[in-house]
């Protein structure tokens, strides 16, 4: 049944509701009963406790201590659209409760009801100003991709209560994804003023650096939360990426390796590894082929990522010479992969080249010629090598 559905019956049955004075006797065995309910929730059977309150609950009287007990229960059972139903009952006939708004905010937010959950929590705001709930609405709104209207309430609950990490590393968050890297920089650095080595707030400072592009410092910041013990995945995969943009190999090649025995499921690492153990010089068939043949076993058909791997297939092959066969089949790979990557029409001519195949060797250089740029340098390369080769055959006809 639709939640607006439920709501408004409830609304409907609630006006029926009347607060009666009971009989003392009555009144002993309601407190009994709600009683036994709270100690049947205290021990998750929660069934056995909302059939006990559900018994309570007549037309006619409102009873506030068991409807709330009894939402609660809806509540831990996971019932959140009886939940929901109850807490906005609740609440509309308590208007001045900011417990019962509360709940009912939580309860739509577990729900998936964001604009509900949000108008809930403006409620609670008009009754008191909540670090919490701000967050709570800054969640609902970064729910909907509302990225604005969810940093101004983390904001104003940063206010409130400056030294809360976890409010810190959502701004952050939202930030980065805003691409304002400076000002979650100076977020961070703000936090980080008073707990300068916070596990939270200060990986998220080393990646506001990293996606900025002032790689020593993300350096810097990743490498103290080592020094701590943070051994996490994030801090040696952008530690190793970091050490890579700044061309410490060895370092890059260190970190990545350790990422990889955290969380072997990326792709891009797998990817990683084998283009910097090629940097290093590593063993060609031995450690560089190996990765990208992970990386491969791990692709989903993503065409950008199969040209990307089959270019450093081709690549290690090429640099090793005698391989030229395997180099021409991977970049033919990467280039129908990615028809954009024309440069490698004209590797794959080189390669045939050097094969002496000029017949081959001709036919790849024109098709590069065919897209490529005049006046470029990889132009002007296949150019002469057209003549070149067209002058070999001419010479080898005249034999």
């Known amino acids: ?170 701004a952050v968050n939202v930030l980065i994804g805003k691409e304002e890297y400076d000002e979650a920089i100076s977020l961070t650095g703000a936090y980080l003023s008073e707990d300068p080595d916070n596990t939270l707030v200060a990986p998220l400072q080393g990646l506001s650096y990293y996606r900025k592009g002032d790689y020593e410092s993300a350096i810097r910041v990743f490498r103290r939360q080592e020094e701590i013990g943070n051994e996490t995945y994030p801090i040696h995969y952008y ?64 065409p950008a990522m199969m040209s990307r791997i089959h270019q450093q297939y081709g690549l290690a092959y090429y640099r090793h010479q005698n391989y030229w066969d395997k180099a021409i089949e991977h970049y033919k790979e990467a280039y129908r992969y990615n028809p954009k990557f024309i440069s490698a029409l004209s590797t794959i001519a080189y390669c045939y080249e050097q094969k002496k195949d000029s017949k081959q060797a001709l036919e790849w250089y024109e098709k590069y010629l065919a897209v490529a740029k005049p006046g470029t340098k990889g132009y002007d390369f296949a150019m002469e090598s057209v003549k070149y080769l067209k002058g070999e055959r001419f010479m080898e006809e005249k034999e």
């Open 1 to 170: 049944m639709h939640i607006h559905h439920i709501l408004t019956g409830l609304l409907l049955f609630g006006s029926l509701f009347c607060t009666h004075a009971q009989a003392p006797d009555s009144l002993d065995i309601r407190k009994g009963v709600i009683a036994e309910a709270r100690y049947l929730k205290s021990i998750y059977k929660t069934d056995e406790a909302i059939e006990k309150l559900s018994a309570w609950v007549k037309p006619g009287v409102f009873d506030e201590e068991v409807l709330a007990e009894l939402a609660d229960c809806h509540f831990q059972s996971g019932d959140y659209e009886s939940a929901a139903g109850t807490y906005f009952l609740l609440s509309s006939r308590v208007p001045g409760n900011v417990l019962y708004k509360i709940r009912q905010m939580q309860t739509y937010s577990r729900l998936k009801a964001w604009p509900q959950s949000i108008q809930a929590g403006w409620e609670v705001l008009r009754l008191d100003s909540i670090p919490a709930v701000l967050s709570f609405i800054g969640d609902s709104f970064r729910q909907l991709e509302q990225a604005d209207s969810a940093l101004w309430y983390y904001r104003r609950s940063l206010a409130l209560r400056p030294m809360n990490g976890t409010v810190v590393a959502k």
């Open 239 to 302: 530690l190793g990426q970091s050490y890579w943009h700044t061309n410490v190999i060895y370092k890059a090649e260190e970190e990545l390796v350790a990422a990889w025995q955290i969380d072997s499921t990326d792709v891009n690492l797998a990817y990683s590894i084998a283009a910097v153990k090629m940097e290093a010089y590593r063993s060609f068939q031995g450690e560089v082929i190996p990765w990208l043949d992970k990386a491969l076993a791990m692709m989903q058909p993503d």
